[in-house]
């Protein structure tokens, strides 16, 4: 079991490895300069995303599907993992991550657009969509979006599902001396209750948990810099500059530069905001909408909340405490980070990390289930929800090493078969795009 978790890991890193982040990131330019810069209507994008208008056909309105996406992308990535790329990277992964948000707009938009484009509707009114759906419509290989389907299904009951609840009953029986039995239980209770109804009910849930956990965490975490403020101009100088230059941490690579600054910065921004990889999308195609712009510009709005918000945010506290600095690296960064302010900072984590875990199991059960549909049918919806709510009450009580290198896996691979759709459909994401804004100019 050893050697099998060992190959594992080397394959987890092979995929995520150089060739992956070049083709994710280099997507992200090329639809950038395709679209005219997209980002610049980002004022417009979040104005209408507050909105909750029925505008067409769908199951959710546009803020519920954007919540719902964040829901899934949000999670601990944008606290635990960002103390990990500035360990590994220095001060300066932190620009790199918040770079990877900005320029991730326009892939985020790109294939949510196709997604709504794209989608079926259903004779009982419900919506199906996502990268599975375009790839087979749009391009004609079924087996390419057999594959992505397949992928999803995996990665969602390892990153989206275990990994979350084993992650909130560790924290608990550390911090608390909560038995994983009487979390996991209470866990599972919860999740039950909210994904059994639905994406109606998960887009319900998530209208008032997502912007009540992001905006606490965001609120704590400039509470915790104004805390901290005689150091923040030095702190974001040091940022800018060794972002270009290299400064590694002590428990980092030693004399590392501006190439790891560079690697573990997009890297972990990559994979906290999901641009790219195909999940993100599977919601946007539920939205109540006949317009594939609009929604495509709402759900581009999750890469900046994601990346150039929150986790910039942590990335500016965890730097500013000067705990990068100790040799920590993971969750004991993290934890040290927040501590330099007694109360307020355990209390920010505390809260913050329970509630984008519970988030992130609703949202990715919603992308694991439309998978499942894609490839089994109506009929193994349910099934899988009962399966999907007995998994958190496992993930809960056991530390499954292998079934999350497995997940991380599986999540690499989503992205390819979507950034094939993405890059050959590319014209049609121009032509709506140029359609939508001539009409309204």
Excluded at 152 to 180: C, D, E, R, W
Aim: charged residues 10%.
């Amino acid at each position: 079991m050893a050697g099998f978790e060992q190959l594992l890991a080397q394959v987890a890193d092979l995929v995520w490895g150089v060739p992956l982040l070049v083709a994710l990131f280099g997507t992200h330019l090329f639809l950038t300069a395709r679209l005219g810069i997209i980002q610049k209507h980002l004022p417009h994008a979040i104005r209408i995303s507050f909105t909750r208008s029925h505008e067409g056909t769908g199951e959710i309105s546009h803020f519920g599907a954007l919540v719902t996406a964040l829901a899934a992308t949000i999670g601990t990535g944008n606290i635990v993992g960002v103390s990990t790329a500035v360990a590994a990277g220095g001060p300066g992964a932190v620009l790199w991550m918040w770079l990877t948000g900005v320029f991730g707009i326009a892939t985020k938009y790109g294939e949510a657009l196709l997604s709504v484009k794209y989608r079926t509707v259903n004779d009982d009114g419900t919506v199906a969509g996502g990268p599975m759906y375009v790839i087979e419509k749009a391009l004609g290989q079924k087996w390419l979006a057999v594959l992505f389907a397949a992928f999803t299904a995996v990665a969602a009951f390892g990153i989206g599902n275990m990994v979350q609840a084993n992650s909130i009953s560790t924290m608990l029986k550390a911090n608390m001396n909560v038995s994983p039995w009487v979390s996991g239980a209470v866990m599972t209770v919860f999740t039950a209750v909210v994904i059994i109804g639905g994406i109606k009910s998960i887009a319900r849930v998530c209208e008032y948990l997502v912007p009540f956990m992001a905006g606490f965490y965001i609120i704590g975490c400039a509470v915790l810099l104004f805390i901290g403020r005689e150091t923040l101009l030095d702190t974001l100088q040091l940022i800018l500059s060794s972002a270009f230059t290299g400064q590694a941490a002590l428990g980092g690579f030693a004399g590392a530069g501006m190439r790891e600054a560079v690697r573990f910065g997009i890297a972990r921004g990559l994979f906290s905001n999901e641009s790219g990889l195909g999940s993100a999308p599977i919601v946007a195609a539920a939205a109540q909408t006949d317009e594939p712009v609009s929604q495509a510009l709402i759900s581009s709005t999750g890469t900046f909340w994601d990346t150039v918000v929150v986790c910039a945010a942590t990335g500016v506290v965890v730097v500013n405490s000067g705990a990068w600095e100790t040799g920590l690296k993971g969750a004991e960064l993290t934890s040290a980070a927040f501590a330099a302010v007694p109360v307020v900072g355990p209390a920010v984590l505390t809260v913050g990390l329970l509630t984008f875990v519970f988030s992130t199991i609703l949202g990715w059960s919603y992308y694991g289930e439309k998978a499942m549909e894609y490839l089994f049918g109506k009929g193994a919806v349910l099934p899988y929800r009962w399966a999907w709510v007995a998994a958190v009450m496992l993930g809960s009580v056991v530390s499954l090493q292998t079934v999350w290198t497995f997940a991380d896996i599986a999540n690499a691979l989503m992205a390819l078969p979507n950034l094939v759709a993405l890059l050959l459909l590319s014209p049609v994401i121009a032509a709506e795009t140029k359609r939508y804004f001539s009409a309204r100019s």
